[in-house]
């Protein structure tokens, strides 16, 4: 019985300094990783689109699959209706947007989120009296061949 328990003991106190190690060693790699990404940048590429007037977005798309974008749309604004081939989420940080579908139109204020399922037609615009300020992110990202530009719903 003495053997067994001085066994068990062992046992446990060597799986506690694997256990130790393997902690500490996570640690430090995860500090390590921390302080790298702390030095990383994301430096977007400005975009300038004509609608029916200027616009601007901030392209900080990490890849072809994730698109992260800002856009700043003046007063008036608007796309033609589309129907666009990938979703899209989107944050409103100020100004009203639009977003006009077949049978209704939509608003979102500051904070608000919002939702385009991919395939949806759609008419995005500024809907409000001061430009509008939002971040979207697009899944896939954006492709000219993923947009097709409609006459009306």
């Known amino acids: ?13 060597l799986m506690g300094c694997v256990i130790a190690i393997d902690i500490n060693d996570r640690e430090e ?10 030095d990383k940048r994301v430096v977007p590429e400005v975009l300038t689109i004509q ?15 994730l698109g992260i974008y800002k856009m700043v749309a003046p007063i008036d604004w608007t796309e033609p209706v589309r129907s ?3 979703d899209i989420q989107g944050i409103i940080i100020s100004g009203t947007l639009g977003l006009e579908f077949e049978n209704e139109t939509l608003t979102f204020e500051a904070n ?6 991919r395939n949806t037609k759609v008419r995005i615009h500024n809907a409000g009296a001061e430009p509008l300020h ?4 697009f899944t896939p990202n954006y492709k000219p ?5 409609l006459k009306a719903f």
Do not use: H, Q
Request: glycine content about 4%; charged content about 20%; cysteine-free.
């Open 112 to 117: 608000d989120g919002f939702f385009i399922p």
């Open 84 to 86: 666009i081939g990938f």
């Open 145 to 149: 061949s993923l947009v097709i530009d």
């Open 134 to 137: 939002i971040v979207e992110v």
């Open 1 to 13: 019985m003495k053997r067994f328990l001085l066994l068990s003991f062992l046992l446990v106190t």
């Open 29 to 38: 790699s995860a500090s390590t990783i921390s302080k790298s990404k702390l």
């Open 51 to 65: 609608d029916n007037v200027e616009r601007t977005m901030l392209d900080y798309s990490p890849s072809a699959e």
